[in-house]
């Protein structure tokens, strides 16, 4: 039962936070680079950024960087995106993933940025 399951989304205000979480089971995910991709409404899949097995190699989409960190807790199977001075184009459906994507899709969790 190869699972990903994300959470942590919400409704905040521009300049706001939240983290999400991403909770993987069903495979080894201590092996694996994770990606956190978005898709915002009507458009297609964005990168938003990826860290390393051991997390020690973080990657970040130029829209995000400086403002998102992207962490992993391996003994959890734990995934986070801490997001800072959200942007109302932050707002999107956040989903995460391996980076060879073979991994079926979680439902995703919304974040909305709105005034």
């Known amino acids: 039962q190869v699972q990903l399951v994300e959470s942590g989304g919400g409704l905040v205000q521009p300049g706001g936070s939240l983290r999400l979480s991403c909770a993987a089971s069903?495979?080894?995910?201590?092996?694996?680079?994770m990606n956190w991709v978005r898709q915002a409404p009507g458009k297609g899949l964005e990168w938003v950024s990826a860290?390393?097995?051991?997390?020690?190699?973080?990657y970040y989409a130029d829209s995000v960087k400086g403002r998102f960190t992207i962490s992993r807790d391996n003994a959890k199977n734990t995934m986070y995106l801490q997001m800072n001075i959200l942007k109302p184009e932050d707002t999107a459906v956040y989903y995460c993933?391996?980076?060879?994507?073979?991994?079926?899709w979680g439902q995703g969790t919304q974040v909305t940025v709105s005034s």
């Open positions: 069903g495979f080894t995910f201590s092996s694996y680079w």
């Open positions: 993933n391996t980076i060879v994507g073979k991994v079926p």
């Open positions: 860290i390393s097995s051991g997390g020690g190699s973080t």
